[in-house]
């Protein structure tokens, strides 16, 4: 069971822990199986600890079998499937600073643990029933000693666009981290023309669009287009990025149902309330050389928001963030000698909305700078991610505790990922 926010200002720690830890880790040993033998027994980092007897291999086989059995006895499992897709992509040349060979037809398959809402808590009423996932992901981009290979994890929600009686147009938007394994490197292998990616761990952002037909009410099959970004954000250099598009078809497997009787019934209706916010974040990046230390860059500030269709957000603020990143180049350039704590700031206002979901919510913002960095050009950016609410209330002076991660862009040049914390009154 999962806690119900209305009810309980704190999220229960027990919310289906169980049951997701022991789905998720069949659904990695299963596609964890078979990149094994596609691999012809080569032992990666993913699954060593899985991968190295027959036995395991027989062990995943029954589990395979055991699962669908189990779940013909409960009708808990009504609305939870398999989703599985491949996709046929090429890179895009999305800054003219990219002079490495582009990847081509690149490969991708994910495996996606999906459960689908049914309207037994009001915040799934107010979202029309949507849909989570969990998906794990393997990319393959054709250039094994340039770019190499990713291996991912991915939190996933998909929304319904348009649905006509088997027929639907949705879209999933998923965040989450991955491993490449050929990032830019001078030693002890060097790899200087992969000048995209600068690390081993980075984000992972597939976005999708979906043409669906139900076929029963176990099988559904599906195909669209795609955008898949890989990126560290500026955390090791250097960080250009890669983009990928192209076309994927799927197929989604339900054990018991894919239409789980949906509760249609009035929801409490909630107020259009204003709360103000104070916020601080922390990030860490790699400025200028690759290899080079890590430097912290802080932000502060101020927002209020205000609550519509008792499901979204209108956001407006004020941030301020110091880079030491700027005050150390400075110090080392002798810029500014004696004032370099002046330019080594930004200030900026910033408009927003966020999608909410219970405790979860997905972050849009963009903002204008006021006061800009030494030598900065860039005068608007962008910030895309999520929150998690920890606390909250609808009543009180404390409203809403939230921490924070998200992704700042200047247009499609990331420059760092923030994790931050927010008290709302």
Not at 28 to 41: D, M, P, R, S, Y
Request: aromatic share 16%.
């Amino acid at each position: 069971m999962f806690c119900d926010a209305i009810r309980s200002p704190i999220p229960c720690l027990s919310c289906g822990i169980y049951h997701i830890l022991f789905l998720y880790s069949l659904f990695f040993f299963k596609i964890a199986f078979f990149l094994n033998v596609l691999l012809e027994n080569r032992i990666y980092p993913i699954c060593p600890y899985i991968l190295y007897t027959k036995r395991s291999y027989l062990f995943l086989i029954l589990l395979l079998f055991v699962l669908p059995a189990a779940a013909q006895k409960s009708d808990k499992w009504t609305g939870i499937g398999f989703e599985a897709d491949y996709y046929h992509s090429n890179m895009m040349r999305h800054s003219k600073k990219i002079t490495a060979p582009l990847a081509q037809n690149t490969t991708t398959f994910d495996l996606n643990f999906v459960r689908k809402y049914y309207g037994k808590k009001d915040w799934e009423i107010r979202r029309h029933y949507p849909e989570v996932g969990l998906g794990i992901i393997y990319l393959n981009y054709n250039n094994p000693n340039l770019y190499g290979q990713v291996f991912g994890i991915f939190p996933n929600i998909r929304l319904r666009l348009l649905t006509l009686d088997r027929f639907s147009w949705t879209a999933r938007v998923g965040m989450g981290i991955c491993y490449v394994t050929k990032p830019y490197e001078r030693v002890p292998k060097p790899n200087l023309e992969n000048e995209t990616i600068g690390g081993y761990a980075n984000n992972i952002s597939p976005l999708q669009t979906d043409l669906k037909w139900k076929i029963n009410e176990h099988w559904e099959i599906q195909g669209g287009a795609h955008l898949i970004h890989v990126s560290n954000a500026s955390f090791r250099k250097p960080n250009f990025g890669i983009n990928i598009w192209g076309l994927q078809a799927g197929v989604r497997y339900f054990p018991i149902s894919n239409t789980p009787a949906r509760i249609r019934r009035e929801v409490p209706k909630l107020s259009n309330r204003i709360v103000v916010y104070a916020k601080g974040s922390i990030a860490f990046i790699e400025k200028y050389v690759p290899d080079g230390g890590l430097n912290r860059v802080y932000n502060a500030g101020i927002f209020a928001t205000k609550r519509y269709l008792g499901k979204n957000k209108a956001i407006l603020g004020m941030d301020y963030t110091y880079n030491t990143a700027a005050y150390a180049f400075m110090k080392f350039n002798e810029r500014h000698a004696g004032e370099e704590n002046k330019y080594a700031y930004q200030a900026s206002v910033f408009i927003g909305n966020e999608f909410t979901f219970s405790r979860v919510g997905i972050v849009l913002q963009g903002g204008v700078y006021l006061k800009t960095l030494d030598q900065q050009t860039d005068k608007f950016y962008q910030k895309l991610g999520a929150n998690y609410y920890i606390w909250q209330k609808e009543r009180g002076i404390l409203k809403e505790i939230v921490l924070s991660a998200l992704l700042k862009t200047h247009q499609n040049n990331a420059e760092l990922f923030e994790l931050g914390l927010s008290v709302g009154f």
